[in-house]
Antibody, heavy 118, light 110 residues
Framework: EVQLVESGGGLVQPGGSLRLCCSA?????????MYWVRQAPGKGLEYISR????????HYADSVKGRITISRDNSKNTLYLQMSSLRAEDTAVYYC???????????WGQGTLVTVSS | QSALTQPPSASGSPGQSVTISCTGT?????????VSWYQQHPGKVPKLIIY???KRPSGVPDRFSGSKSGNTASLTVSGLQAEDEADYYC??????????FGGGTKLTVL
């Protein structure tokens, strides 16, 4: 059974940093592109980042470019999202999402809440 | 990438059909047959209900169907049921393994 378990969320002050982790199991992690998608409270889904199979092929949405870094450790089956210079508008549930190897997302984690507030 | 355009709300009575539109550009919706739809109930994780414009994953009722014309994709829910009340998001491939979501549509079953 595919499982994606995010951790690392919490309350952080504006300008602060946070690292999110996503522990994957139930599939060959290194065979799949992975994504982070976020959802601000009461708002829609927003794709924010993508990483290729071997840590290459990274891409960032304009809203977060320069402030976040996506990475992965295939030996640990773990996806990361390093966030810095956080703003109030970064407050959201952050989902770890698995690519289907086609053109849609087939599995989502339960999400981890990041709250940016003083 | 700009978000795809969806109506903020839609509604219908039980048994009726409702169609939700999703408008993009020739760089996303119009350029690829890779539109997917996700259903999200309050407090829950999004669930895939349509992929590649009109394909349903196993377990998704055939009351859900998808289509596309030009730069606009559509999700139709036929025979509305109370449990269909949820938020619906379209998503399109936009090249280079990048995706863009719609703003979401809140479906209310009257």
């Amino acid at each position: 059974e595919v499982q994606l378990v995010e951790s690392g969320g919490g309350l952080v002050q504006p300008g602060g940093s946070l690292r999110l982790c996503c522990s994957a199991s139930g599939f060959i992690f290194s065979d799949y592109i992975m994504y982070w998608v976020r959802q601000a409270p009461g708002k829609g889904l927003e794709y924010i980042s993508r990483i290729g199979l071997h840590g290459d092929g990274t891409h960032y949405a304009d809203s977060v470019k320069g402030r976040i870094t996506i990475s992965r450790d295939n030996s640990k089956n773990t996806l990361y999202l390093q966030m810095s210079s956080l703003r109030a508008e970064d407050t959201a549930v952050y989902y770890c999402v698995k690519d289907s190897n086609n053109y849609y997302f087939d599995y989502w984690g339960q999400g981890t809440l990041v709250t940016v507030s003083s | 990438q700009s978000a795809l355009t969806q109506p903020p709300s839609a509604s219908g009575s039980p048994g009726q059909s409702v169609t939700i539109s999703c408008t993009g550009t020739s760089s996303d919706v119009g350029g690829y047959n890779y539109v997917s739809w996700y259903q999200q109930h309050p407090g829950k994780v999004p669930k895939l209900i349509i992929y590649e414009v009109n394909k349903r994953p196993s377990g998704v009722p055939d009351r859900f169907s998808g289509s596309k014309s030009g730069n606009t994709a559509s999700l139709t829910v036929s025979g509305l049921q109370a449990e269909d009340e949820a938020d619906y998001y379209c998503n399109s491939y936009a090249g280079s393994k990048i995706f863009v979501f719609g703003g979401g549509t809140k479906l209310t079953v009257l």
